[in-house]
């Protein structure tokens, strides 16, 4: 394993950066009003690449809070910032803040900001333009730094944003920016700040209100009548299924939709897309984790139940076109479908992530974790009795994993003994798995707990993943969970100076690299055109290989601070490194593990 030096200046992380001198203990400008309400908000974090345009912010961070609750989180890159704190959101489904340097800062992290849109995430974005009045714009750099409308460059993918003119306008909007951003569902929020206003000094005195009375709303909640008809249909239903998709962490929320779902008798699908939200090896979760390619097992799951129950599933719509073979995904489906989700209030017409128009005999829209809570109240008090007739007492799928190794691959390790490892190495240890890589194979992915896997990225965007590893670190930074995140080589090349935060801030994660050396991905992309128009497929590489030269990804992380263990070109190796790399994280250390693999999706 090759080592870097220790970085730390300080035995406890939290110590960083700490301010000297004494504190103010008012507010006396208008971004101290600001970073009143972040602690008030009770916001651990503000990440952030330092700008000019809210260094009166930045000040009030520190000489006024002496940077702490929130702590800045100093980045290299915005993209970055945004990334972490959507990492940061993925494990608690809280807000960090970020702040993003006026129009430049904003248009480096516009791709993050809509993988959190994507991913229906809280955030809190701050930005900052130079003096609105041209009157006090330095020359040329104040200018280039000031947009008329900075917040168009993101408004089709936030939930809201505002321009306040004043400290006391600032309160309003950072209130109102809280309270839209954690209601269901979720979303990044924009508040551009004027550099004037912010270090003006308060002419009068500014009050920061009781932020109990600008909570958020509480959840929507079921009808009595969508109640009775669902319960009815449930009671009817000899074959159920349910869909669990964007729910919640916790372990309550975990435990109360495994026990609607033994009550019920439902077969239980889950899909790679979202986080973990029902355990992969319960009896009831009958197939493996959903993956982007259908399965004939899937198809005859789907066709054989007569009520399908989706509580917030990614592309509901298209999910069951793929799965039913029909011709548009509005056809009309036999089965009974309850379709459970808020999601249809955030569509805009800009982005199509609102993904397909599903048909739904009940549509309720809910929270899915206030819609299990709710069923279950009314079971228990009704004694409600169902009918289903699925037998779960076969074998489980997980107990028919393949046991031989592929073997290697000239020089790399194949792609399906790669992803067996790194789910035994889930199994050895508590392991929060941020994300895997494009094509992971279902078989790989076992969930035991709510924080056993983070999901994809909503956005399918590219560079991401680093980030929000570093996000997911400091969310559990306090816990006994091996934050790992398996990564691709070309993501991890795009983020991979994101990781210079976690040597920072000192925090434990693995980061295991499935290292193909190319594109792949775009790969079949060009095959699949080559050979649609009768032309040589075996260029598909050209234009899409990492290679000549090849990346040194480990020489690049020990740069940010990281241990490293490779290259790794073989199984046995892997597992070898796996298990030193356990034992480093468990001591609060880095690793990052660059593992060739085979150029192939694994075939379950």
Not at 136 to 147: E, L, S, Y
Not at 216 to 243: I, N, Q
Not at 501 to 530: C, G, W
Request: hydrophobic content about 40%; proline content about 6%.
């Amino acid at each position: 394993m090759h080592e870097t030096t220790d970085h730390a200046t300080d035995s406890n992380p939290r110590d960083l950066e700490k301010p000297v001198g004494s504190l103010a203990n008012t507010p006396q400008y208008g971004s101290d009003v600001v970073a009143s309400l972040l602690r008030e908000f009770e916001i651990p974090y503000f990440a952030l690449v330092p700008g000019s345009s809210f260094r009166g912010l930045q000040d009030s961070l520190v000489n006024y809070l002496g940077n702490r609750d929130p702590q800045m989180v100093v980045c290299l890159h915005e993209e970055h910032a945004v990334a972490i704190a959507n990492g940061y959101a993925r494990v608690t489904d809280k807000p960090m803040a970020v702040g993003l340097h006026a129009n430049v800062g904003l248009m480096h992290a516009v791709m993050t900001v809509y993988s959190t849109w994507c991913d229906r995430l809280p955030m809190l974005i701050f930005g900052a333009t130079g003096p609105v009045d041209a009157h006090k714009r330095r020359p040329w750099i104040d200018w280039v730094h000031t947009a008329k409308d900075q917040g168009a460059l993101i408004r089709n993918y936030v939930k809201w944003d505002d321009q306040p003119a004043s400290p006391e306008a600032a309160i309003e909007a950072v209130l109102r920016a809280r309270q839209i951003a954690t209601t269901a569902p979720c979303g990044p929020t924009y508040v551009c700040m004027d550099v004037s206003w912010q270090e003006e000094p308060l002419a009068d005195s500014v009050k920061v209100p009781d932020i109990a009375r600008f909570a958020p709303p509480a959840p929507t909640g079921v009808t009595k009548r969508g109640m009775d008809d669902l319960l009815l249909e449930l009671s009817k239903a000899r074959k159920p299924l349910f869909l669990f998709g964007r729910n919640g962490r916790s372990q309550e929320a975990w435990d109360a939709r495994v026990r609607l779902a033994e009550i019920v008798g439902a077969a239980v699908m889950t899909s790679i897309h979202n986080p973990s939200c029902f355990p992969s090896d319960h009896p009831q979760h009958v197939l493996p984790v959903c993956g982007d390619a259908r399965s004939d097992a899937e198809r005859e799951l789907v066709a054989d139940s007569d009520l399908i129950v989706n509580f917030d599933w990614m592309d509901f719509a298209g999910f069951l076109r793929t799965l039913s073979g029909q011709a548009q995904s509005q056809e009309p489906v036999a089965t009974t479908l309850v379709h459970c989700s808020p999601d249809a209030v955030t569509a805009n017409g800009w982005s199509m992530d609102h993904q397909a128009l599903p048909a739904a005999d009940i549509h309720l829209a809910v929270h899915p974790d206030i819609l299990v809570d709710a069923l279950l109240e009314e079971i228990d008090r009704a004694d409600v009795r169902f009918s289903s007739d699925r037998d779960f007492s076969g074998t489980h799928w997980s107990a028919r994993l393949r046991q031989e190794p592929v073997g290697d691959k000239q020089g790399a390790v194949a792609l399906l003994d790669f992803s067996m490892a790194v789910r035994q190495y889930g199994i050895d240890n508590d392991a929060t798995f941020v994300r895997f890589p494009i094509g992971w194979p279902a078989t790989a992915c076992r969930f035991d707990h709510p924080l056993s896997y983070l999901g994809t990225d909503g956005g399918a965007s590219i560079g991401i993943g680093p980030g929000q590893a570093v996000g997911a670190a400091l969310a559990l930074r306090d816990s006994s969970r091996l934050v790992t995140a398996v990564l691709g080589d070309g993501d991890t090349l795009m983020g991979v100076n994101a990781l210079w935060t976690a040597s920072h801030l000192d925090l434990p994660m693995l980061i295991v690299v499935a290292n193909n050396k190319s594109y792949f991905n775009d790969e079949l992309h060009q095959e699949r055109v080559a050979n649609a128009r009768g032309r040589p497929a075996e260029n598909r590489w050209i234009g899409q290989r990492i290679d000549n030269p090849e990346a040194n990804i480990c020489m690049m992380a020990e740069a940010q601070g990281f241990q490293t263990e490779g290259p790794v070109r073989a199984r046995a190796d892997l597992q070898a490194a796996l298990e030193r790399a356990a034992a480093v994280v468990k001591a609060g250390g880095r690793v990052l593990i660059d593992c060739h693999v085979e150029a192939t999706y694994a075939k379950n």
